[in-house]
C-alpha cells in the first residue's frame, strides 16, 4: 500500500516565526501605524491561522481602519527579502526524512495555506527543491483556509489516497485541526511560539523528525 508524508506548512521545514514576526512590524512601520507586535502578542495570535486576518482582526479592536491585503502583501514581500539575505537551516530531521522517506518509495506533500512566493523563498532558502514533492497547495488552490480541511482534502485527491494512508506533520494549532478534520493522524513538531497544550490530540509529538517515528503511526499492512 502506498502512504504518504504531508508536511502541513512552511513552518514545519522551517523555523520562520520570528522572520515573520520583524517582517509584520516593519510593514507597519511602512504604513505609517505606531503597532508594534510583541513576541508573547505575536504567539497568541499563532493560534488562529491567516496573517490577514490577524492584521483586520487587530485594526478592529484598535477601531483603525487600514488596508489589511496591502500591509500583508508587503509583509509577505518583507519576509520574502529576509530569507534571500538571513542564513536559515531547515529543521532537524527535515531534510533525512525526505531523503528517506524518497528512498522508501513514500508520497511527499506540503500542504500549506500559504502563497506559493513564500513557500518558493522558505525553500530556496535551506536548499529544499519542490521537485521533492508529489503535491503541493497554496492559499490559491484552496477555498477555506486551515483550520478548514480543505488543502489536505485536496492534496489526498491529488495523491489517489485516502486519510489512513497518509500522515500530517503540522507545527500549530489550526494545522493540526485541519488535519483532524480531514481524517488524518498528525505528528506535532511544534513550533518555538506554540503551546503544545493548545494542540488538538496528536499521535506523537516530535522535537527532531525522524522516519520511524513518524510511520508508526500508520497501520501495517
Not at 506548512?9 to 514576526?21: F, K, R
Not at 485516502?162 to 478534520?181: L, M, S, V, W, Y
Not at 503544545?196 to 516530535?206: H, K, N
Request: charged content about 20%; glycine content about 8%; proline content about 3%.
Amino acid at each position: 500500500m502506498t502512504y504518504a508524508i504531508l508536511f502541513g506548512s512552511i513552518g514545519t521545514l522551517a523555523e520562520t516565526s520570528g522572520i515573520q514576526l520583524a517582517a509584520y512590524n516593519q510593514a507597519f512601520s511602512e504604513a505609517g501605524l505606531s503597532w508594534t507586535w510583541t513576541k508573547s502578542e505575536y504567539q497568541n495570535m499563532l493560534k488562529d491561522a491567516g496573517g490577514l486576518k490577524r492584521i483586520e482582526t487587530y485594526a478592529k479592536a484598535r477601531n483603525t481602519t487600514v488596508d489589511a491585503r496591502a500591509i500583508h502583501q508587503r509583509k509577505s514581500e518583507i519576509f520574502q527579502e529576509h530569507l534571500s539575505l538571513k542564513q536559515i537551516e531547515a529543521r532537524a530531521g527535515v531534510k533525512d526524512t525526505i531523503k528517506h522517506a524518497r528512498s522508501e518509495g513514500l508520497k511527499l506533500g506540503l500542504v500549506t495555506t500559504t502563497s506559493l512566493e513564500n513557500i518558493e523563498s522558505v525553500l530556496d532558502a535551506i536548499g529544499i527543491g519542490l521537485s521533492n514533492f508529489d503535491v503541493f497547495t497554496t492559499s490559491s488552490m484552496v477555498k477555506h483556509p486551515k483550520p478548514a480541511g480543505d488543502a489536505y482534502v485536496k492534496a489526498l485527491q491529488d495523491l489517489n489516497l485516502q486519510p489512513a494512508q497518509a500522515i500530517a506533520i503540522e507545527d500549530n494549532p489550526d494545522g493540526a485541526k485541519a488535519a483532524r478534520t480531514a481524517g488524518l493522524r498528525c505528528v506535532g513538531l511544534i513550533g518555538e511560539m506554540h503551546d503544545v497544550a493548545d494542540f488538538p490530540e496528536l499521535v506523537a509529538q516530535q522535537v527532531e523528525l525522524d522516519l520511524s517515528d513518524i510511520l508508526k503511526p500508520l497501520p501495517v499492512t
